[in-house]
């Protein structure tokens, strides 16, 4: 019997062993491909952001929406998915457009460690704060107050209802100007 099976394996194939191109994902869509940025977004997802434009910044643009959370720490990403691909809509938007937006806050940071560096690493010499900033060594992503998401959200949908219709993404920028 255990001959038979083998053979059968070796003349019928061993489907459950398939790794060739029938296995592998089918393209995603380019709402599908917005849609599931995140921690596990590759560089072949913003080429292909990339390749479709003016259509792929008016998907990330419309996924973006205020988030609540101050700071999220990587052994928490799970949950904090929402603000994770918020968060990733501006990486893609900076890294297509070249282009970052910072408003003013009302906010007054606090005294306390995760406040001041908070602070630090969004607020800049002009009074105005980063969507997100992200301290390297720590993978810790800091997130301006609400007010200014609101403004800096505000910002990207202004400039897209004024872009040319001609408009294209920018040359492949450094990864230091748009991922931190």
């Known amino acids: 019997m255990k001959t ?9 194939g061993f489907p459950f062993l398939s790794a060739g191109p029938a296995a592998e994902q089918q393209p995603r869509t380019l709402a599908q491909l917005v849609e599931s940025l995140g921690p ?16 792929s910044v ?9 988030i609540s959370e101050n700071k999220v720490l990587p052994e928490n990403r799970n949950k904090h998915r929402t603000a994770l691909h918020v968060i990733w809509a501006i990486r893609a938007l900076r890294y297509l457009t070249g282009r970052d937006f910072r408003a003013p806050t009302a906010h007054v940071f606090g005294h306390s460690e995760d406040e001041r560096t908070r602070e630090q690493f969004l607020k800049k010499a002009d009074h105005t704060v980063a969507f ?4 390297m060594s720590r993978d810790s992503v800091y997130v301006a107050p609400v007010d200014a998401q609101r403004k800096i959200i505000e910002g990207w949908r202004k400039w897209f209802a004024e872009l040319d219709e001609r408009w294209m993404p920018v040359a492949e920028p450094s990864i230091n100007d748009w991922y931190f």
């Not at 038979?4 to 019928?12: E, K």
């Not at 008016?58 to 205020?66: R, Y």
């Open 132 to 135: 997100f900033a992200t301290w």
């Open 40 to 55: 596990n977004t590759e560089a072949d997802d913003l080429k292909q952001l990339r390749a479709s434009g003016r259509e």
């Open 58 to 66: 008016s998907l990330l643009i419309a996924t973006l929406q205020p």
């Open 4 to 12: 038979l099976t083998l053979f059968a394996l070796f003349v019928l």
